[in-house]
């Protein structure tokens, strides 16, 4: 019973960071002005290969091995997010 429990929280929990994700990258604004919606699937993309980056950075702190490559991979993912939110933005 507790690894029934454990799945439905986990799949709540992804599902809760998608849902923010979707509203952090602007999801009303092509459904109101009737436009496309590759912006915003993008966006969450992104934001997810951040999220991801960040969660790397975390398991430096928590892991006894790998410390070198949870450190630079984070760095690396969290870089490309913002690389790709400064193209979007068209500031780069």
Known sequence: ?????SK???????GYLIAFFALLSGLFYPLITNTSL???ISGIIILFVG???GILLYK???SETKREIFFVSGFILIGISLYFIYEFAGRY
């Open 51 to 53: 999220l991801l980056g």
């Open 1 to 5: 019973m507790n690894n029934i429990s």
């Open 38 to 40: 590759n912006v915003v």
């Open 60 to 62: 430096v702190t928590t």
């Open 8 to 14: 439905a929280l986990s799949s709540f929990k992804y």
